[in-house]
């Protein structure tokens, strides 16, 4: 799997979480087993407003290189791992219910997609830099 189709899956995952976020916030949040006060649906459009700007750089980006390539990709590995680490740790203190528990999934497949895709990208720049020399 190349790093593009990496960038092409975060992209269109990007875009259909975002845009479930934005247009049926209450509903997304029941899914994970929370309330939908007024407050929350605010922010749900909002975090479904920041994922579709995520899915916009992936698809721009899906054909990027070098260090371009690698700020992407990095920038997608830090937010699969940090909502990992959050998630993981509001299900164990109860702030998030365990109905939520496969967000966590999601973010485990797409933070080992992007892991590897940093990996090979490395990979690349190595092998690129050992002919130029």
Do not use: C
Request: charged share 10%.
């Amino acid at each position: 799997m190349s790093t593009r189709v990496v960038l092409i899956i975060g992209a269109v995952a990007a875009l259909l979480f975002g845009l479930a976020l934005v247009i049926l916030p209450a509903q997304m949040l029941a899914g994970f087993g929370l309330g939908a006060p007024a407050a929350a649906q605010v922010l749900s459009r909002d975090v479904g407003v920041t994922l579709i700007g995520l899915a916009v750089l992936n698809w721009l980006g899906r054909n990027a290189t070098g260090e371009a390539l690698r700020a992407i990709l990095f920038a997608n590995l830090f937010v699969q791992v940090a909502e990992l680490i959050v998630n993981a740790i509001e299900i164990v203190t109860g702030e998030l219910p365990s109905a939520a528990a496969g967000g966590l999934l999601i973010h485990l497949v797409l933070g080992v997609l992007f892991g590897w895709a940093v990996y090979k990208s490395r990979r690349v720049s190595l092998a690129t830099a050992a002919t130029a020399a």
